[in-house]
């Protein structure tokens, strides 16, 4: 079987090997014929922390080809988006029936495969401001992979969304995915207030973020690509009294991860939640995605397609 195995002297940290083993499925576990895949900016330094022969990736749609032996999860033939720890870039892997849910036809596999990392992240992230009707969310990083999900979730929820973004080219991008206001900086003292903020960023913007939110609002930090955080207690007197920060875990709870999954499909399914795919490879081609991820070309999410049925 073929999959990606890290290798420090490859292409951006990887070799295409063709001597896998076959997965051999646990009793909860089906296996599912590996469509297409989508890469994340963490993988990156999940690669160079684990340089020889581990096998990466985690968003993953397919197909299943043998169903779970305990009787749970779909028969073979179902279409499926998985969220795995690891392993997903290779032709077939072996997922825990609790960590996948069903696709409809309708939904392309290249934009399945965009929804377990950046999608549960956004979705979770979002439960954390509770009812957000009507209220003011601030989302920064809006146009990223998870970015785009929560500008949407967040619109869908009936808030009123403040979209920031890295510069004025992406403003258009921000508007259509349904924000009301679209910033480039959080310096202007009239923003806000927020009662929630979705923040992916990290670096100086956590502070300005923190200094926009309501009293008692909430703050889900998920991100750092933006460097370190410094938070003091002063940013708070700006207006965010007794608000809350929360660093952010989405993998937590693992138990439901299959059932956030199916919600998140459901929305591709129904029109209401339109993935943004700014790069689509064959998965050979992983390497050159990763490059183009690091130097931050990608808009949206990077997909990697595995021959087949799209």
């Known amino acids: 079987m073929r999959g990606f195995i890290t290798a420090p002297a490859g292409h951006a940290g990887l070799r295409l090997a063709d001597d896998l083993p076959e997965p051999l499925p646990a009793p909860h576990e089906a296996v599912v014929e590996v469509r297409a895949y989508a890469v994340n900016h963490d993988e990156l330094n999940l690669i160079a922390r684990r340089p020889d022969g581990w096998r990466p990736g985690q968003d993953v749609a397919g197909v299943v080809v ?13 279409r499926v988006v998985c969220y795995l720890d690891w392993e997903g870039w290779a032709e077939r892997i072996a997922v825990p029936t609790h960590r996948l849910a069903t696709l409809a036809d309708r939904v392309p596999f290249e934009q399945a495969a965009t929804l377990p990392i950046a999608g549960l992240t956004a979705l979770r992230a979002l439960r954390v401001g509770g009812a957000v009707l009507g209220r003011q969310v601030l989302v920064t990083g809006a146009t990223g992979g998870v970015g785009q999900f929560a500008v949407q979730l967040a619109v869908a929820a009936g808030a009123h969304v403040t979209a920031q973004v890295s510069s004025p080219e992406r403003e258009a991008e921000a508007r259509a995915l349904g924000a009301r206001q679209v910033v480039t900086s959080l310096e202007d003292d009239t923003l806000g207030p927020y009662h929630l903020v979705l923040d992916g960023i990290g670096g100086p913007q956590t502070a300005q973020a923190v200094r926009r939110i309501a009293p008692g609002g909430h703050l889900a930090w998920y991100g750092n690509i933006g460097g370190p955080a410094e938070l003091r207690l002063g940013d708070f007197y700006a207006q965010g009294w007794n608000a809350h920060v929360v ?26 939640l339109t993935p943004r795919v700014g790069l689509t490879l064959d998965w050979e081609k992983t390497p050159e995605a990763l490059d183009a991820l690091a130097r931050r070309e990608v808009r949206g999410k990077a997909v990697l397609t595995v021959g087949g049925e799209r």
Do not use: C, N, W, Y
């Open 247 to 272: 660093g952010f875990i989405s993998p937590v709870p693992d138990e439901t991860k299959g059932e956030d999954l199916a919600i998140l499909a459901d929305l591709v399914a129904d029109g209401r």
């Open 66 to 78: 043998q169903a779970a032996a305990d009787g749970s999860g779909p028969a073979p033939g179902t």
